[in-house]
């Protein structure tokens, strides 16, 4: 059997090789291919190393635990909702006793088997979270030392895209080159929705401001070369420049404040050196700015979505059709069929609504209650997350790492309420790694942040096998699996 050291050098290659398939076909919500079941099987090892890792190393710590809990229950919806109910719970909601009647006048009597009302489709959405989860496990499981490199080769996936997105757009109509040979030439690369791209933009803008914020620190310390961090501060600065070619409004919307969010959580913007510093001052001053421009924009954008009525319409036919279906919901899965049949003839299109614009109205007509009890906790976990982030008082790669992976995520959510990122595998993965990834990195930075405040309250250090013990030489030194390589650069660098 392969040792644990054996699937911790395994996890990083093949999480970047899943990640990289992932981008290259998995840009699109619905594909007639087999390239979802292919990205699929192709987790199942990582995912297998990842559990193999975790087990054997078990956390203790109570973010990657609350994380793991998070993820279980969100498997445990689509599971539950393939069991077998009663046929008085499957009864509870309004609209499957109409159902029920149409069905008994076809002449379908045993249909009331499963609590989903399209099982088919609840097994797609199941396994289509396979990829994601292999992502979020082994990100979870990364060593320390390998940290930086999945954020980097997340940067690099991004700028791939958008150099594709370039050249897809100076394809003609009617070129065999095309991806999308459906769809006008547009700024979306890999992605079929350029609102996606949108997204990847921000999600990669905001992780090159965290990698030149732990750039420089490392520069400080002579670790790599001093013009690393205003090669990273230009592409972040490269990369918000595309997210107007992209034409998507929510976009723009969220673009801006999230680069003050991660200005902020990274620490590159600190409140304690505002007071201090003239330069710092301006710079706060020039985020504000940004956050009320994307607020301002945000205002902007909704008015003209409320003009343009039809995403309001659909998500309010959607509210209304998961009220009609509460409290167990229709069945993950199952939007297409269950809008169709509620939808007004307003909403009689030549086209199908595919999605209903808004991940959360989505959310509550599949998952319904319980979904939305689902939701509740990650979301509580993830402000969580963000709190501890900033009261550490080391600024170290850890946490620095953790604050830019914890506002991607929020840029994705944000995002989710006006499309739907995480419909696609790509987005869908990408946002799992960048979660496993923040977890463990804050496991790390609030373990050492925890030590340092022990001894500056004068309190006894703890002994040598505690993981938050510190000493004088501790900055250089790692703690626990996921450290061993934080000798390399200094105070919990990833």
């Known amino acids: 059997m392969p040792s644990i050291d054996a699937f911790r050098r395994f996890l990083l290659p093949a999480l970047l090789v899943m990640l990289a398939a992932a981008w ?192 420089r620190q490392r520069a400080e310390r002579g670790e790599t070369r001093p013009f690393m961090p205003w090669w990273y501060w230009g592409v972040a600065f490269g990369l918000l420049l595309m997210v107007p070619l992209s034409t998507s409004r929510a976009g723009m919307a969220i673009a801006l404040p999230a680069l003050a969010a991660a200005l902020l959580f990274t620490g590159a913007l600190r409140f304690s050196r505002i007071r201090r510093s003239k330069r710092m001052t301006a710079l706060a001053i020039g985020v504000g700015a940004l956050a009320i421009i994307g607020v301002r924009a945000a205002s902007g954008w909704m008015a003209v979505d409320e003009v343009d009525g039809l995403r309001t319409l659909i998500r309010n036919v959607t509210l209304e059709t998961g009220q009609a279906h509460s409290p167990l919901g229709s069945g993950l899965g199952s939007f297409v069929p269950v809008f169709e049949s509620s939808s007004p003839p307003s909403l009689w299109l030549a086209q199908y609504v595919n999605h209903a614009h808004n991940e959360y109205v989505q959310w509550w007509l599949e998952a319904g209650w319980l979904g939305m009890l689902v939701l509740a906790s990650v979301l509580a976990l993830l402000a969580a997350c963000g709190w501890r982030i900033l009261r550490l008082r080391l600024r170290g790669g850890n946490a620095i790492l953790a604050a830019a992976c914890f506002v991607c995520i929020c840029v994705v959510l944000g995002h989710s309420w006006a499309d739907y990122p995480l419909r696609t595998t790509t987005l869908m993965a990408t946002t799992a790694a960048l979660a496993g990834l923040m977890l463990a990195a804050l496991a790390d930075a609030a373990s050492k942040d925890a030590g340092r405040r022990r001894i500056a309250d004068g309190r006894p250090r703890r002994s040598k096998s505690d993981p938050a013990r510190l000493t004088d030489g501790d900055m250089g030194k790692g703690h626990g699996p996921h450290d061993a390589a934080d000798a390399l650069h200094g105070q919990g660098a990833a």
């Open 24 to 215: 290259l076909g998995g840009g699109v919500t619905e594909d007639e291919t087999a390239i979802d079941e292919w990205l699929q099987l192709l987790a199942l090892p990582l995912l297998v190393a990842g559990v193999a890792l975790l087990v054997a190393e078990c956390p203790q710590d109570r973010y990657r635990r609350f994380g793991l809990a998070a993820v279980a229950a969100i498997i445990a919806v689509p599971l539950l909702q393939l069991l077998p109910v009663p046929g008085s719970w499957w009864n509870l909601p309004v609209a499957r006793e109409a159902l029920a009647a149409d069905l008994g006048q076809a002449g379908v009597a045993s249909f009331r088997d499963r609590w989903t009302l399209s099982p088919h489709a609840t097994e797609s959405a199941l396994l289509a979270l396979l990829p994601a989860l292999a992502a979020f496990v082994a990100a979870m499981g990364l060593q320390a030392s390998h940290r930086r490199r999945l954020v980097q080769a997340l940067l690099v996936l991004v700028l791939f895209n958008v150099g594709f997105a370039f050249f897809q757009a100076g394809l003609p109509q009617g070129s065999g080159l095309r991806l999308y040979p459906d769809f006008d030439a547009r700024f979306g690369g890999l992605f079929a929705n350029t609102n996606h791209q949108a997204t990847a933009c921000v999600i990669g803008m905001v992780l090159a401001v965290g990698l030149a914020v732990e750039a």
